[in-house]
């Protein structure tokens, strides 16, 4: 509708006025008189009806994917898309065993309580019960029991765990591996954002010239979880081996530290038994966890995690 105000000296002029421009068809909607004559509000109806186009092309809205629940970040959400997910995971994240701890030491680190100590006491389970007895030591002096925690299963299972919590002693205790023994170290809480910490961590792998796998969390932030990842991974990380697979929820975080790092992804803790608590990380098996749609608010069996003996 066409809407305009005309003034005129009298009714006849004003009406003169509408006809010019609006036409005979021309609608009044009100009138009143002024000082100066007569006001006419009149209106003209379109033969048409006014369309009114949007400026720009309306977004075309998709249902959410199955990948949306893990907050996995855009760019690698798209390249996960891209194809099969087990396919499109072996193409976009890097996998590869967990080095075995012969030829170079195997170093387990990460942020404080990610469940180094129970995986060292799960990797030791696993060589002496495939018949290695492996040479295990601890660098944690600093928390309070951490020793105690892994001489507990040290003992049981009948192998030596050494206490070097410097380098120096690392040396030391490193002399003591016997020819084609496999050495696990077990390294404190560090904040890899703290200079002396990461500096006393780069020192450990250096002396031992070990290789290092970054110990982390599932379930956390996906930018905390990159953050993490690259911090480690300028220490000299090129592993990744998550824990509390059983009861993260969300993976985003466990695949952007592995996509950045970039860090190989390796095992995952699923459990707190020591003898069968670590299960290996394939693009396939991957992929059924994150497909997994989440019942009743947690995953079935997610009861029990690896914080116990972080």
Do not use: Y
């Not at 048409?48 to 949007?54: A, D, G, T, V």
């Not at 170079?104 to 309580?113: D, I, K």
């Not at 077990?186 to 006393?200: I, K, S």
């Amino acid at each position: 509708m066409r809407l305009k105000l005309f003034h005129g000296a009298d009714m006849a002029d004003a009406m003169a006025q509408i006809r010019e421009e609006l036409g005979a068809d021309a609608i009044i909607l009100e009138q009143r008189r002024t000082r100066r004559g007569v006001e006419i509000t009149a209106a003209l109806e379109p033969d048409e009806p006014i369309l009114i186009e949007p400026l720009v092309s309306p977004p075309t809205l998709s249902p959410p994917g199955p990948l949306d629940f893990h907050n996995i970040p855009p760019r690698l959400a798209q390249a996960l898309a891209s194809a099969p997910l087990p396919q499109s995971l072996a193409q976009s994240l890097p996998f590869a065993p967990l080095p075995p701890g012969r030829e170079r030491p195997l170093l387990l680190a990460g942020p404080p309580g990610a469940g180094k100590t129970l995986t060292t006491a799960k990797l030791t389970a696993r060589m002496v019960l495939g018949g290695m007895i492996p040479l295990v030591i601890t660098t944690d002096g600093q928390r309070a029991g951490a020793v105690e925690q892994l001489a507990a299963f040290t003992r049981v299972l009948g192998v030596t765990l050494a206490v070097a919590p410097s380098a120096a002693m690392l040396s030391r205790a490193l002399a003591h591996k016997k020819p084609g023994q496999a050495v696990l170290i077990d390294t404190a809480g560090c904040n890899p954002f703290n200079e002396e910490q990461a500096r006393l961590l780069r020192q450990l792998v250096v002396q031992a010239a070990a290789d290092m796998a970054l110990v982390l969390p599932a379930g956390l932030d996906a930018s905390e979880s990159a953050d993490l990842a690259r911090a480690f991974a300028a220490l000299g990380a090129q592993h990744l081996l998550p824990t509390r697979l059983d009861a993260a929820r969300r993976l985003g975080g466990i695949l952007m530290a592995a996509k950045v790092g970039p860090l190989a992804l390796t095992e995952a803790g699923i459990g707190p038994e020591v003898a069968d608590g670590l299960e290996a990380l394939t693009p396939e098996g991957l992929a059924t966890r994150l497909l997994s749609s989440p019942k009743n608010g947690s995953r079935d069996g997610a009861s029990d995690t690896d914080e116990e003996f972080a």
